[in-house]
């Protein structure tokens, strides 16, 4: 059985893992942003940061009993002005409808009948050059690719 870190993840040159304590905890997916922006600022852009932010909420959110306890690896390469960066985590599959062709919700209400989730994902899709999802065995495998305008 792996062992989580005390402080909730780990690092290294190009890759950081996240280690969620209990189901639905933003907490360390926040520390955890706060930490790769600090340690990383050339690599974790304010686009990135937002795309990053919505995947790994995602996660901790709909992910289930499975991700807690288990790596969240999150890793990345830059070339030629390309950030590629690949989050795998042990959640729950994700169907195809919701990853390759999100639709935003209706916002055509009043202010306070406004939805409060169902953003993410056409978030994602606005931010990113391309957006991909593979399924292996009980892992998910989501591939962001960004335009790098520094290149560490």
């Known amino acids: 059985m792996l062992m ?12 950081f893992e996240i280690w969620l304590q209990k189901p639905h905890d933003f907490a360390t997916v926040r520390c955890a942003l706060r930490t790769l922006k600090t340690r990383w600022p050339d690599v974790i852009l304010p686009d990135v940061e937002i795309a990053l932010a919505e995947a790994l909420n995602n996660i901790a959110e709909h992910g289930g009993a ?3 306890g288990r790596p969240i690896c999150i890793h990345w390469s830059h070339a030629s002005g390309i950030l590629d960066l690949c989050i795998q985590d042990y959640g729950r599959h994700i169907p195809q409808p919701i990853w390759s062709t999100p639709h935003l ?12 989730g169902g953003f993410g994902w056409s978030m994602i899709h606005a931010i990113c050059l391309d957006v991909k999802y593979d399924r292996q065995g009980s892992q998910n ?12």
Not at 141 to 152: D, G, I, M, R
Request: charged share 15%.
């Open 4 to 15: 989580p870190p005390d402080i909730g993840f780990t690092l290294s040159n190009q890759s």
């Open 66 to 68: 499975t991700v807690v």
């Open 105 to 116: 919700p209706t916002t055509e209400c009043h202010l306070e009948d406004l939805p409060e």
């Open 141 to 152: 495998f989501l591939h962001l690719q960004f335009e790098a305008s520094n290149t560490p």
